[in-house]
């Protein structure tokens, strides 16, 4: 199974950019690649997905326009690009992969069978 780690949250002011990685100890080429967020009150909510080829990508409605997720295969890596930062991007969040997932509009959690561990992003008005 896939481990994945995720790097590049912190601290950002609204407006703001920060861009997340998700590095795997594998190759990801037949992998999906998800993020998702979750907060203390809300369930872990789908905010990007990209196919293991990497052709297709799916986001969640409340980051459509603003975050975009890419692959690097030769690092291993996915990352989110998160720009036009809101106070309600604040969240904990976590990298998830699955080999062979389709991607498409409607992503949950339970259709991804490998986690990281999370990183906190906040966003200051």
């Known amino acids: 199974q896939v481990q994945l780690v995720e790097s590049g949250g912190g601290l950002a002011q609204a407006g703001g950019s920060l861009t997340l990685a998700c590095t795997a100890s594998?190759?990801?080429?037949?992998?999906?690649v998800g993020w998702f967020r979750q907060t203390p009150r809300k369930e872990r909510e789908f905010v990007a997905a990209i196919s293991w080829g990497g052709g297709t990508t799916s986001y969640g409605g409340s980051v459509e326009g603003r975050f975009t997720i890419s692959t690097d295969f030769g690092k291993n890596t996915v990352y989110l690009q998160m720009n036009s930062l809101k106070p309600e991007d604040t969240a904990v969040y976590y990298c998830a992969g699955d080999p062979g997932r389709i991607v498409t509009t409607t992503l949950s959690p339970g259709d991804f069978s490998s986690w990281g561990q999370g990183t906190q992003v906040t966003v200051s008005s």
């Open positions: 594998q190759s990801l080429r037949r992998y999906a």
